[in-house]
T-cell receptor, first 112, second 116 residues
């Protein structure tokens, strides 16, 4: 089964606005991670939240995790045109060792 | 540069060719991965190597053959590919924490493969 399904698939906002992306997953996890990908490039790790954490911040990023609902959200505050990219959540299932399973991603466009 | 280097960046090959993709990391990571990214599809895990041992082969066709000679290098050997194998191939590495959990992945920039 597919882990890490993002919602929405695409999001278009104006510079300065906040962007919220959601991720749902199916199995028990050790942690959940968010990555960013600029077109045609590799993914860049943004933030990791462990299963016993509920919220984490890194600069303009805020991630929440609700293990009872098997969901996570990524909030980017005061967005910039340079934030335009695809954002992926990835789950580390408890039984998978080091393996991550990625969702399909949210394409974020920030208009100047 | 992220610390994970993939070569070549672009590759065009015929269906009867044999080629290899190379991935190199000097971050001291002890796990390395191959992922395939096709248009409009989630990243597909292909192979996992932990401490140089292959721990996962995610039902990948035998025309893809991985090799991990040491913990810093990972190869993907390609042989008689199909046009549907055209995709971005991404290598990643990660480090095991002292707690037994794993840190996040560091990805390379990928090899854009086109099979003609």
């Amino acid at each position: 089964s597919q882990q890490g399904e993002e919602d929405p698939q695409a999001l278009s906002i104006q510079e300065g606005e906040n962007a919220t992306m959601n991720c749902s997953y199916k199995t028990s996890i050790n942690n959940l991670q968010w990555y960013r990908q600029n077109s045609g490039r590799g993914l860049v790790h943004l933030i990791l939240i462990r299963s016993n954490e509920r919220e984490k911040h890194s600069g303009r990023l805020r991630v929440t995790l609700d293990t009872s609902k098997k969901s996570s959200s990524l909030l980017i505050t005061a967005s910039r045109a340079a934030d335009t990219a695809s954002y992926f959540c990835a789950t580390a299932p408890k039984t998978s060792g080091s393996r991550l399973t990625f969702g399909e991603g949210t394409q974020l466009t920030v208009n100047p | 540069e992220t610390g994970v280097t993939q070569t070549p960046r672009h590759l065009v090959m015929g269906m009867t060719n044999k080629k290899s993709l190379k991935c190199e990391q000097h971050l001291g990571h002890n796990a390395m991965y191959w992922y395939k990214q096709s248009a409009k599809k989630p990243l597909e895990l292909m192979f996992v190597y932990n401490f140089k041992e292959q721990t996962e082969n995610n039902s990948v066709p035998s025309r893809f053959s991985p090799e991990c000679p040491n913990s810093s290098h990972l190869f993907l050997h390609l042989h008689t590919l199909q046009p549907e194998d055209s995709a971005l191939y991404l290598c990643a590495s990660s480090l095991k924490e002292s707690t037994g959990d794993w840190y996040g992945y560091t990805f390379g920039s990928g090899t854009r493969l086109t099979v003609v």
